[in-house]
Nanobody, 124 residues
Framework: QVQVVESGGGLVQAGGSLRLSCAAS????????MGWFRQAPGKTREFVAA????????YYTDSMKDRFTVSRDIGKNTMYLQMNSLKPEDTAVYYC?????????????????WGKGTLVTVSS
């Protein structure tokens, strides 16, 4: 079984930065890719970014790639999301997902493992 736990959310002013972390534990050898999603109040969940198992490839939603950077520390089996120039519309619960397929993460909402989310609130 795989568990993924997010951390690093909080309240930040517009223009500020936050770094989210997602730590994976359990049968980690089954994880090949990890990704971030977010869900704003009253909206559907949306894909933010993903990183391949070895960190060699990254994927982003076009509207976020200039401000967000996804990375992972293989040794710590932790994924990060560096968010800069935050805007009030970035306010959402951010979820970590893990799956054996990078395509599943980037193209669907069917990743096998999900965290419970961490709230990011950006004030204007």
């Amino acid at each position: 079984q795989v568990q993924v736990v997010e951390s690093g959310g909080g309240l930040v002013q517009a223009g500020g930065s936050l770094r989210l972390s997602c730590a994976a534990s359990g049968s980690i050898f089954r994880i090949l890719a990890m990704g971030w999603f977010r869900q704003a109040p009253g909206k559907t969940r949306e894909f933010v970014a993903a990183v391949s198992s070895r960190g060699a490839a990254t994927y982003y939603t076009d509207s976020m790639k200039d401000r967000f950077t996804v990375s992972r520390d293989i040794g710590k089996n932790t994924m990060y999301l560096q968010m800069n120039s935050l805007k009030p519309e970035d306010t959402a619960v951010y979820y970590c997902a893990a799956d054996s397929s990078i395509t599943t993460i980037t193209n669907t909402y069917a990743a096998a493992y999900w965290g419970k989310g961490t709230l990011v609130t950006v004030s204007s």
